[in-house]
C-alpha cells in the first residue's frame, strides 16, 4: 500500500466515451481503496474549462470537495454554484451534473459509498 502519493505519481484518465456522461472530463484511478478500506473508495476528478458532466444519475452515493477553480452543480431541480472549499453531497439515484464556469480546471476529490471504481457501474446518461 502506498501511504502517500505526490501529484506526480497521479494517472489521469480523459473520460470521453460514448455513453460516457462528461466533455473535458478527467479522473485519477482510486487514490484510496480496497487495499485501504471497503467502506469507501476515493477519485481525483477535473472538468477543464468549458467543460461539463451531462445530467445523470449513478447508483451510488457520492460527494465532492472542490479544490480548484469554480463551476455549477445541479441536483434535482437545482443548481448552485461552487468553488474552492465547496462540499456537494449526491445521493444514490440523484439526477446531477457539473459545469466548468471558470477559465481554470475545476478540481474535486470524489468519495464514493459504497466503492466504485470508474467505468465499472453503469450511469444512466439523461441529455446528450
Known amino acids: 500500500m502506498d501511504y502517500v502519493l505526490n501529484p506526480k505519481d497521479i494517472s489521469w484518465h480523459r473520460l470521453e466515451k460514448p455513453g460516457f456522461p462528461g466533455i473535458g472530463f478527467e479522473f485519477s484511478e482510486s487514490v484510496v481503496d480496497a487495499d485501504y478500506t471497503s467502506v469507501y473508495s476515493v477519485q481525483l476528478s477535473k472538468i477543464g474549462p468549458g467543460g461539463k458532466s451531462k445530467l445523470h444519475r449513478d447508483p451510488y452515493n457520492h460527494a465532492f470537495y472542490v479544490t480548484a477553480g469554480s463551476g455549477s452543480v445541479r441536483i ?7 468553488e474552492v472549499g465547496s462540499v456537494i453531497k449526491i445521493p444514490s439515484g ?12 475545476l478540481e474535486f476529490v470524489v468519495i464514493y459509498d459504497p466503492p466504485y471504481v470508474a467505468g465499472t457501474d453503469p450511469v444512466q446518461t439523461l441529455e446528450n
Open 76 to 82: 434535482g431541480k437545482d443548481s448552485w454554484d461552487v
Open 94 to 105: 440523484e439526477i446531477h451534473g457539473f459545469s466548468n464556469t471558470g477559465d481554470t480546471d
